[in-house]
């Protein structure tokens, strides 16, 4: 069953349709005038980061994406972006990337993966990113973690996200790094992977099995996380600083899945799996060849809901007064 669900995801890689994505929001000529004019965005390629680089390039700044692989067609036609193929991980080749730049902005991160992927890419590399900055002399850092990232948290996800961020904290009071940490919940948007998914879902099979069906989440839009960024970006005083990137509806995942059900006109009945078919189904699409869709771990995330905790500053403080709601960008279907 598992290896049937990503044989179909694979075959259908394309979003649902919900057309175009607008993250558009008017956008403040003042905050344009203290952008930093020259960013590298470590991660610009994936989702979240081709809307980041849309919006620097709509502004008038120079950006530069790296990649693993080219072509990164998300983001090479963008006016003043340049792609290059680099090796992130290589401290030599970061520090190259980092000459001339006046501000870093890193959404690298992998949702599945063995604790040493997860050291690498969530603890090491932001590491290493702190070090090149202090030799390429960059004195700004905007760095994507994720909402729930504790050192105590349940998944190794969270876990090392928890550590990336303390290694970032104590490089940036050490070298003098302003640096700003944004914690998203998970993020929506016409083209993402989550509401997609689950609508893509429904329109194949008849009822949806759902592991961690009463996790709570507080989605927030793409395009609020994007203006959060460049904000953070245009406001130093914005440094030093954890934000909690949440939109204003708090939703239990089975009540997110019906209403993905209900943008495309296909609401299948839910199955709330009990704990132990939740990690057995979680467990056979590890096992399944292809892309991981949900892992164990992303199930022990589920544990916690991922919603604001109230401690942090939140979007409000990064220009982004009233969140987009769901239903605006996903709109049900008539009939549904
Ligand atoms: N999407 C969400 O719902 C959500 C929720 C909470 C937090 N976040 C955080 O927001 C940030 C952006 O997320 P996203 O959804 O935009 O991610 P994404 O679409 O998966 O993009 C990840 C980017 O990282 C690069 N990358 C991945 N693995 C890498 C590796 N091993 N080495 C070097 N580069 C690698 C990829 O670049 P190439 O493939 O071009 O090399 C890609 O551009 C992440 O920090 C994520 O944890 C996202």
Redesign the pocket.
Known sequence: MAAVVKSFIAKNSNRVGFGKATWERPYSSAMNSSLPQKILVL???????HHVCALLSQQGCQVTVP???LP?RSVQMLPGVSVVKAN??NAVALRQLMQGHDAVVN????LHGSAAEFEA?HVRLPSLIAQACEQAGVKRLVH?S??GAEVDAPSLYQRSKARGEHILREAAQRDGLALTLLR????FGADDA?INLFARLQKIFPIMPLAGATAKFQPVWVGDVVQAIAYALAHRQTAGQVYEACGSEVFKLQELVQLAGRFVGHERRILPLPTAAAYLQALMMELAPGPTLMSRDNLASMEVDNIASGQCAGLDNLGVAKPKHLGDVFPAQRGA
């Open positions: 991660g610009g390629s994936g989702f979240v980061g990649t693993r692989r990164a992130i991980h959404l690298v991160a992998i890419v994507i994720a909402l998203p919940s998970v993020i989550f």
